[in-house]
């Protein structure tokens, strides 16, 4: 019998509803940021608040060493069977692991002269541990409040500190919206689980199982960051930072403002899929996670596409017209993420790292010689097909993998629905290209 209650498309669009409105607000609150970056700092400010934001991003996810990801599946699993001790103790070694994670990133901070950063690396460490905690316990309502205040206050920060030092305030704000991140969930997740440390031989030694399953994740996460910070070095040096913060405005309206929609599914989608084993229910969460997704991103792209211009000018300003295309191109690429990413979750749920290492790096080396090869064609539109042409690889590598692996397959029906979604978001592209002027 189906398990709707915790499989269902109720269930999925219940908790995509709920992240999909906070992330809906994390949009906005990025949105208004980034318009008054635009305004305070130019796009040559974006490029460098663009390129510090990558960098710590960077330092954080590889002293991180992939624990926030691996204490969610170990902690989902174990909260299921409801040993509350095993919980408890559990909960010890995710928190004394992520203190010294976060004194590695200090270390790892200073050692690279980006020691103005190092809080902001360490409070990222410590405050995915906690995040990933509340995953575990299906805190999910809670976890829509935290990231709720950590939207409205990153406007709170940014605005005026950009708009009264302008790009010497760009480390300032990096660092402050990373402690407002950290401590609501630390707040949250220490009333839930009282904080006890202990750096026993036992919560040491379950530390290091918990780590060997990240260290792939972890060197994913690496050649992700070091991907983004090697493309826009590289533009820096091909045509100057103006060039990158274009290309960082035009990532940011596609790729990254669209990857909040996946993060909200991420929330509640990946503990229920780490505690899932049987191949044909498995296969139903998959696949009704993606069809909730194409549905309700290709709609939103298609407006997106086709408003794209007016967007820019009201968002950013008209000096950043000159990615309409790039985006516009880009957008199309959403759509087969979408159909990609809740089948690349199966191998994080499975713990096969070393697989999810070789599967992300092969993406991100083809992304990188795309990027540097369609530029110097097409200039930044050549970005946006880049991006197109590297997500439909991903897409194929991921879903020939997983069918081969773990017996995935889709239905028919899922199928239609990917077809649609890609003939709507394409129609769309196709009105602005041809028939739409600026």
């Given at each position: 019998?189906?398990?709707?209650?915790?499989?269902?498309?109720?269930?999925?669009?219940?908790?995509?509803?709920i992240f999909g409105s906070v992330q809906g607000l994390n949009i906005v609150a990025a949105l208004i940021r980034n318009k008054f970056a635009a305004l305070f700092l130019g796009p040559a400010g974006m490029g460098l608040a663009s390129l510090l934001t990558v960098t710590m991003n960077f330092l954080s996810q590889t002293a991180g060493m992939g624990l926030s990801l691996s204490a969610t599946r170990?902690?989902?699993?174990?909260?299921?069977?409801?040993?509350?001790?095993?919980?408890?103790?559990?909960?010890?070694?995710?928190?004394?692991?992520?203190?010294?994670?976060?004194?590695?990133?200090?270390?790892?901070?200073?050692?690279?002269?980006?020691?103005?950063?190092?809080?902001?690396?360490?409070?990222?460490?410590?405050?995915?541990?906690?995040?990933?905690?509340?995953?575990?316990?299906?805190?999910?309502?809670?976890?829509?409040?935290?990231?709720?205040?950590?939207?409205i206050a990153s406007v709170v920060i940014s605005v005026p500190l950009y708009w009264k030092f302008g790009q010497d305030a760009i480390v300032a704000v990096i660092n402050l919206m990373a402690f407002a991140t950290m401590l609501p969930a630390i707040y949250v997740s220490y009333r839930l689980f009282t904080p006890r440390f202990s750096?026993?031989?036992?919560?040491?030694?379950?530390?290091?199982?918990?780590?060997?399953?990240g260290?792939?994740?972890?060197?994913?996460?690496?050649?992700?960051?070091?991907?983004?910070?090697?493309?826009?070095?590289?533009?820096?040096?091909?045509?100057?930072?103006?060039?990158?913060?274009?290309?960082?405005?035009?990532?940011?309206?596609?790729?990254?403002?669209?990857?909040?929609?996946?993060?909200?599914?991420?929330?509640?989608?990946?503990?229920?899929?780490?505690?899932?084993?049987?191949?044909?229910?498995t296969n139903e969460i998959v696949n009704r996670q993606m069809e909730i997704l194409l549905l309700l991103l290709a709609p939103l792209l298609s407006v997106m596409i086709l408003g794209l211009p007016w967007i820019i000018r009201l968002l950013l300003s008209a000096d950043f017209l000159p990615i309409v295309t790039m985006a516009q191109i880009a957008s199309v690429a959403m759509v087969l993420k979408a159909a990609t990413l809740p089948v690349a979750y199966l191998t994080l749920a499975r713990g096969r790292s070393l697989a999810y290492l070789v599967l992300e790096t092969t993406y991100f080396l083809a992304f990188v010689l795309l990027v540097m090869w369609c530029y110097r064609q097409w200039g930044l539109v050549g970005t946006g097909i880049a991006i197109l042409i590297a997500h439909l690889l991903d897409?194929?590598?991921?879903?020939?993998?997983?069918?081969?692996?773990?017996?995935?397959?889709?239905p028919v029906r899922t199928l239609y629905i990917i077809g649609a979604a890609l003939a709507m978001v394409s129609t769309a592209l196709c009105i602005s290209m041809f028939f739409l002027v600026d």
């Open positions: 019998m189906e398990a709707e209650g915790n499989y269902g498309y109720r269930h999925i669009l219940k908790y995509t509803s170990y902690f989902s699993a174990y909260y299921d069977k409801g040993n509350q001790q095993r919980i408890d103790h559990l909960v010890k070694v995710i928190r004394v692991w992520c203190l010294l994670a976060s004194l590695l990133g200090i270390l790892m901070s200073l050692i690279a002269g980006y020691w103005t950063m190092a809080p902001a690396v360490a409070v990222t460490i410590i405050g995915g541990g906690e995040m990933s905690i509340l995953k575990g316990a299906r805190r999910l309502r809670s976890l829509a409040v935290i990231q709720t205040i950590a939207a750096f026993s031989h036992q919560v040491m030694g379950e530390g290091v199982s918990m780590l060997r399953l260290v792939s994740f972890t060197l994913a996460a690496m050649v992700g960051s070091g991907t983004e910070l090697f493309i826009r070095s590289w533009l820096e040096r091909e045509a100057g930072l103006s060039e990158v913060g274009l290309y960082n405005a035009g990532y940011l309206l596609t790729v990254t403002y669209v990857g909040l929609v996946f993060a909200a599914m991420e929330n509640d989608y990946f503990p229920r899929l780490s505690a899932t084993h049987d191949v044909q229910q897409l194929v590598m991921i879903h020939t993998y997983a069918h081969r692996v773990f017996g995935y397959r889709f």
